[in-house]
């Protein structure tokens, strides 16, 4: 049973940074791709982040500049170092990965989300 478990949200000041934290346990033979996906009241999920097994980047428009994703895979853990944070980024936050369980398999995985709210 693979789970992904997020850690980090909160309640944040306009200008302020959090860092959320995404740990992948369970049977895991590989972990692939890896991202940080949020969704708004009313919005559509969309990608904010993500980054491959060889640590190649990218980001949405938005926070490009701002948040910061990284991953440890000894730790089969994902990062997202949030600076500079704006009301608009108020959000429901989702880690995701492309997992191997084991040899030859690669299923795509979800976290159950953490809560960022940015507001004075």
């Known amino acids: 049973q693979v789970q992904l478990v997020e850690s980090g949200g909160g309640l944040v000041q306009p200008g302020g940074s959090l860092r959320l934290s995404c740990a992948a346990s369970?049977?895991?033979?590989?972990?692939?791709?890896m991202g940080w996906y949020r969704q708004a009241p009313g919005k559509q999920r969309e990608l904010v982040a993500g980054?491959?097994?060889?640590?190649?980047?990218t980001y949405a428009r938005s926070v490009k500049g701002r948040f910061t994703i990284s991953r440890d895979n000894a730790r089969n853990t994902l990062y997202l170092q949030m600076n500079s944070l704006k009301p608009e980024d108020t959000a429901v936050y989702y880690c995701?990965?492309?997992?191997?369980?084991?040899?030859?398999?690669?299923?795509?995985?979800w976290g159950q989300g953490t809560q960022v709210t940015v507001s004075s």
């Open positions: 369970g049977s895991i033979f590989s972990i692939n791709n």
């Open positions: 995701n990965a492309d997992l191997g369980p084991s040899y030859g398999l690669a299923y795509d995985y």
């Open positions: 980054i491959t097994s060889g640590g190649t980047t």
